[in-house]
Each structure stands twice: as C-alpha cells, then as structure tokens.
C-alpha cells in the first residue's frame, strides 16, 4: 500500500516537501515508515526516532498502518 | 464550565480571555500570556513565526483543556495559541484560569502551560537581527538553518 507522510517545520524543510509518499507492505508498522523517510537524502542526522502521529494522535514504533491512515513525522515541539 | 482550547490567527484578546473564565463562584482568575521577547539563547530576534499541524495542535489543546479541568473540582480553563508571524512584545499563548482560590488557579495554569509545551505539534522559526532564521527544539537550540 501507498501511505501519504506528512511533514512539518524542519523536517519538511529537510526533504524539501509538505509530505511524502512511502511504499508499504500491507503488515507496516510505523517503525517501517520511519526506516524509509530516515534513509532519504536530506534527513541527514536528524534523529532516526522523531515523534510520529497517526490518525492525529502520538503513536508508537510498533503501532499498525493501514491503508487511508493520516501519518505524521513531529519535530521537536516548540509551542507557548 | 468552561473547557477550551483553540487556535487563532488572530492577536490573543487576553480581556476575551478573562470573560470567557470569570463566574461569581471564582475569587481568583489568572491569565498567562506567552510573548515573544527580543533575545533567545543570546541572539537577537525580531519576530517568531508560529506554525502547527493543525487538526492535531487543535485537538491536543482542547483535551489539554479538559485535563486541566479535571484536575480540581469547579475550574474553568480557556486556552488560544496563535499562528502565523508574531512581532516582538506579541502574545503567543494566552491561558486564564479562574478557580474559587488562587492554589487550584496555579496549580491548573501551570499544568496548561508545562502540557502545552511537551505535546502540542507547533513550531517556531526565529528570525534574528543579522537576517537568518532557524528552527527552535525545546531545548532553545537551533535544529535547522535556512538563509534568508
């Protein structure tokens, strides 16, 4: 399946892009959505781990994606 | 009671703000306002702009709002984070509390504010008075820099 990532702040700038389309075997979990964006050319050394949200809320590594998810890489906040 | 927690794009009203609190039970109202102040991690800045995932920066306010309010009984809790590019001396955040006593009004003031800070999904960049601008972690350090 196709999942759409979005981005934000920094991390958009970093991948040049609002958000990203990953490729996914239908049994994903974050961690692979994670290991694909991380390996992309511009992350650099951003962290490997960044906060991820799915369906609007904080998810896990292990936490299931399925197909139609809303997925969200989170920098590091700074609001207030 | 009240219980809110939003977005705007507009300049915070902190009299907005303290109406949307105030009841004869509350002999304490506090209003806490964010403002953007002209020096960070020593370096000069000249404006701040505010930026969110917005469906979930707005759903994490409002449920910081209902926690709030549920931490002490007969509370009432309004919170507005803005968006967009703030000046210097501009309010970023404002949070009123009003509380029959000043204890419990702190109390779930300061919790607003900490909660905020740790969960809700807004970013600021920081435009400095040499003309750069650069991402700010919560730490106050510099994550990322794009020339002007």
Redesign the interface.
Known sequence: MSVTV?L???YA??LGAPSVSVELPADATVADVLADITRRPGWGR?PTTPLV?VN???ASRTTRIREGDEV?L??????? | MTATGVLTRDAVDPSALVRQVSAPMHGAVLLFL?VVRDVNDGRGVTGIE????E???A?ELQAIAEEAAALVDDVDVAIV?RLGALAQEEA??GIAVAHAHRDEAYRVSRFV?EE??????????EHYVDGTRD????SGRP??E?SP
């Open positions: 979005l934000f702040a920094s700038d970093a951003r949200a609007q809320r904080y969200a989170i920098p590091p906040v700074a609001g207030g | 964010g505010y930026s969110a995932y469906a979930m920066a759903a984070h970023s955040v504010i905020l800070k740790r969960r809700v999904p807004i970013w600021k960049r991402w700010v972690d919560p994550v990322a794009v």
